[in-house]
């Protein structure tokens, strides 16, 4: 177990209960989209925030960003560390069904998984000349051309991130968990390997 002094947000009790197996912290459920209505609970994580930081862990489904775009509306970036699962297709044990985009939530992520993540949320981002900028992103063809999204979602594979992630978010989660080394390892291999197939499937 990890002791982690941020209080991690996550949707769900199930979320709650699964991240309490290998984390020491404050967790808080949002109870899903209650948030919104729920101003006791904003109020704690705005409190929570300025005193600690928080990690954000939602699912990576579009209510997963809906719910993580709205705590971010009202706590200051300074005081958010994002850390975002990967898109992995599967079903919670406990439900008789997949989700409705089929991905598993942080409840069904393996521990192993979810403890390098939020590990990697305490990582130093990389500086100065280390960093990739935007527009070396954009001439690698992440950015602005016909199949750059295609290449984000190859890009995002690799790497272990969801695909729904802005080139912004992508290009500073890039920044802070790989090194260039092993960005252009990745890029290489997307474009010299996987580029045709890009092009044909989207």
């Known amino acids: 177990m990890i002791k982690i002094n941020s209080a991690v947000i996550v949707e769900g009790n199930y979320d709650k209960i699964r991240l309490s197996k290998i984390v ?24 929570l925030a300025k005193k600690t930081g928080i990690i ?23 005081e958010i560390k ?7 297709r599967g079903k ?8 409705k985009e089929g991905l598993l939530g942080v409840e069904g992520m393996p521990c192993d998984l979810l403890f390098d993540l939020l590990m990697q949320a305490d990582k130093e981002e990389i500086k100065g000349a280390q960093e990739i900028s935007y527009t070396e992103f954009y001439s690698d063809g992440y950015a ?3 199949n750059s999204r295609a290449m984000r979602n190859m890009l995002c594979c690799e790497i272990g991130l969801p695909e729904r992630l802005s080139c912004k978010e992508l290009l500073r ?17 997307i474009k010299s390997g996987n580029e045709k197939k890009i092009i044909k499937n989207y």
């Not at 209505?37 to 705005?46: Q, W």
């Not at 994002?82 to 992995?88: A, F, G, K, R």
């Not at 919670?92 to 989700?99: A, F, H, Q, V």
């Not at 989660?173 to 291999?189: D, G, P, Q, T, V």
């Open 82 to 88: 994002n850390v975002y699962i990967p898109d992995i």
């Open 173 to 189: 989660l890039i920044n802070s968990l790989i090194s260039r080394e092993e960005y252009l390892e990745i890029s290489s291999r």
């Open 24 to 47: 020491d912290a404050n967790i808080i459920a949002t109870g899903g989209f209650r948030i919104f209505r729920d101003e006791k609970m904003r109020l704690l994580i705005r409190t």
């Open 144 to 146: 602005g051309g016909k």
């Open 56 to 78: 954000i862990l939602t699912d990576s489904d579009r209510a997963g960003f809906v719910i993580r775009n709205h705590i971010k509306s009202f706590v200051s970036e300074g």
């Open 92 to 99: 919670e044990r406990r439900k008789d069904k997949p989700s």
